[in-house]
Nanobody, 126 residues
């Protein structure tokens, strides 16, 4: 049975940092690309970051470049999102996606796979 579970959300002041972790019990984890998405108030879910199976290639939405870093540990079936210089606009529910495709085409950095976590709330106060 597949489980995708995010941890690490919480409340932080603007300018602060948080790290989100995603544990994914999919059998193909070591060959799967992984991604993070978020849904902020009043907006549809949007892409945040993705990483290929080896961790060698990473992809970011423009609004997080230079502030967020995605990484993975294939020995632990885990993907992490280190978020720094957080802004109130980063407030939302962050979800992990498993088994997607990175660099899908010239306009889509990450095509989501079928497995989603339940999401974790990140709140940034001003």
């Amino acid at each position: 049975q597949v489980h995708v579970v995010e941890t690490g959300g919480g409340l932080v002041q603007a300018g602060g940092s948080l790290r989100l972790d995603c544990a994914a019990s999919i059998p193909t984890f070591v060959t799967s690309a992984m991604g993070w998405f978020r849904q902020t108030p009043g907006r549809e879910r949007e892409f945040v970051a993705a990483i290929n199976w080896s961790g060698q290639n990473t992809y970011y939405a423009d609004f997080v470049k230079g502030r967020f870093t995605i990484s993975r540990d294939n020995a632990k079936n885990m993907v992490s999102l280190q978020m720094s210089r957080l802004e109130p606009e980063d407030t939302g529910v962050y979800s992990c996606n498993a088994d997607g495709i990175t660099n899908y085409n010239t306009t889509l950095a990450y095509l989501p796979g079928n497995y989603w976590g339940q999401g974790t709330q990140v709140t940034v106060s001003s």
